[in-house]
C-alpha cells in the first residue's frame, strides 16, 4: 500500500442491502458516522456494497490515526458528549431497523461494534425532581399561558423548557446574550438505551450567571475591607479548594 493512500472503513448493516436501504435512512446513518468520525473535511463517503448494506468510507491518510483514536473512545468515560451520543443515537436507529453493524478497517479489525437489535433493554423510569439548568436563551415563542423557552447548554445541548408569559418575557431579554441558570421542576427519562433525557421542564425563577475570569473574581475579593485573601500566599488555589475542583 502506498504510505500517503486513504484509510478505508465499512460500516456493515445486516438487516439491509443495498436495493432494499432507503437513501433518506442512508442519509440519517451517514449523519451520525460523519460526527463520529469528526474531521469532517478528511472523511468521504465513497459507495455501497453488494452483499450486506456496507457503506465505505475513506479517510485521508493525514487524519487516519486521530480519526481511529477518536472513535476507539465511543463507549468509555473518556468519550467527548457529541460523540458519544452519535454512537448511541446508530445503535437507536439499529434497534429500529431491527439490525446490527459493525465498523471496521476495509480488510481488517472491528473498530466499533453496534449490537442495535441485540442490545438489552432496560425498563423506562421516570423521574420528577427540582433542579437547575444552565445555558444559554436561544428561543423564547408561543401564544399559550404556557411558553416554549428553549436552553442551549454545554456541548450544543438543547433543553426544552416551559414558562408562564411574565417569567418568558423576563427571559427573552438575555436572548442569545449572557448565560442563565434557570431553576424548576423537571421530568427525566431514563431511556431502553440507559440514557437520561430531560422529558419536561417548568422554569420557575432564574439568575444571570457571572462569566467574570478567576483572577477579576479574585481582584474584586481583595477589595472587600477586612478580607483575608490578601493576607493568602495563593489565594486562587484557596478558591479552588473552596469550590471542589
Known amino acids: 500500500m502506498v504510505m500517503d493512500e486513504p484509510i ?7 438487516a439491509w442491502k443495498p436495493e432494499t436501504l432507503p437513501m433518506a435512512r442512508l ?27 456496507i457503506p465505505e468510507i475513506a479517510v485521508d491518510y493525514e487524519a487516519a490515526p486521530k ?46 461494534v453496534f449490537p442495535g437489535k441485540k442490545t438489552p433493554l432496560a425498563e423506562e423510569v421516570v423521574v420528577h425532581e427540582q433542579g437547575d439548568l444552565d445555558g444559554v436563551v436561544i428561543r423564547v415563542g408561543g401564544k399559550d ?16 423548557c416551559w414558562a408562564n408569559r411574565d417569567m ?4 427573552a431579554a438575555y436572548l442569545f446574550d449572557r448565560p442563565v441558570r434557570v431553576t424548576g421542576s423537571g421530568e427525566w427519562c431514563r431511556t431502553p438505551e440507559r440514557r437520561w433525557e430531560l422529558v419536561d421542564f417548568k422554569i420557575k425563577s432564574f439568575e444571570i450567571l457571572d462569566v467574570s475570569p478567576l483572577e477579576k473574581v479574585i481582584n474584586d475579593l481583595r477589595q472587600i475591607e477586612g478580607n483575608l485573601w490578601n493576607e493568602m500566599d495563593d489565594p486562587q488555589a484557596e478558591l479552588r479548594k473552596l469550590r471542589g475542583d
Open 67 to 112: 480519526v481511529e483514536a477518536r472513535l476507539r473512545l465511543a463507549g468509555t468515560p473518556d468519550a467527548p458528549q457529541e460523540l458519544e451520543r452519535a454512537n448511541q443515537e446508530v445503535n437507536r436507529m439499529l434497534r429500529v431497523d431491527n439490525a446490527s453493524a459493525t465498523l471496521k478497517i476495509k480488510h481488517g479489525e472491528n473498530v466499533l
Open 8 to 14: 478505508h472503513y465499512d460500516f456493515r448493516i445486516d
Open 145 to 160: 399561558d404556557s411558553v416554549p423557552v428553549w436552553i442551549e447548554g454545554e456541548s450544543k445541548v438543547i433543553y426544552k
Open 27 to 53: 442519509a440519517e446513518y451517514l449523519a451520525k458516522l460523519s460526527t463520529m468520525f469528526g474531521h469532517k473535511e478528511h472523511v468521504h463517503f465513497l459507495k455501497v456494497r453488494k452483499g450486506s448494506a
Open 168 to 171: 418568558a418575557r423576563q427571559l
